[in-house]
């Protein structure tokens, strides 16, 4: 899914931010945090290097979670103003990543997941598309990611 500049912001509007760049892959996390933050089923994050995500207006503040299921420490940046969780860093990941929820976007219609993750902690009544790869947990990045991606994400590590 190609994603060159993306527009979103938060529930009231004061915090907007830029999403530049296509994504290295885009997860519907089905785990009890993403559940919590977002009021839903679910949440669809984009996950790009820390670079791509650019704040135009507004400010952030961020507080440390732990990661739902796994356990591990999760950064989250939100609205100080209206709350709207906006992107995350997972600790677990050793990449400098910014995982954007694709809700905050001016067009979220315009984000397709390429997986489903922690679908062990999925709702019963939701039914998942065939055709998108599910995970009960995590997986392994080498059987899902592009080698462009794999590239994308070996050089931000190095960063």
Not at 20 to 34: D, Q
Not at 69 to 83: H, I, K, V
């Amino acid at each position: 899914m190609a994603v060159n500049h993306k527009e979103g912001a938060c529930a009231c509007g004061k915090v907007r931010y830029e999403l530049h760049g296509s994504p290295m892959i885009v997860h519907a996390c089905h785990c009890t945090a993403c559940r919590h933050m977002g009021g839903g089923p679910f949440a669809v994050n984009i996950c790009s290097e820390a670079d791509n995500v650019v704040v135009t207006s507004g400010e952030l503040r961020t507080i440390m979670l732990n990661s739902g299921e796994s356990g591990q420490p999760c950064e989250t940046w939100f609205c100080g103003d209206c709350g709207t969780a906006l992107w995350s860093r997972y600790h677990v990941s050793p990449a400098n990543c910014r995982y954007v929820r694709a809700s905050t976007l001016n067009d979220p219609a315009s984000v397709t997941p390429d997986v489903h993750i922690w679908t062990q902690s999925k709702m019963p009544w939701l039914e998942l598309p065939g055709d998108v790869p599910s995970f009960a947990q995590f997986y392994d990045p080498k059987t899902i990611w592009t080698p462009e991606n794999l590239e994308r994400l070996r050089r931000n590590k190095e960063e």
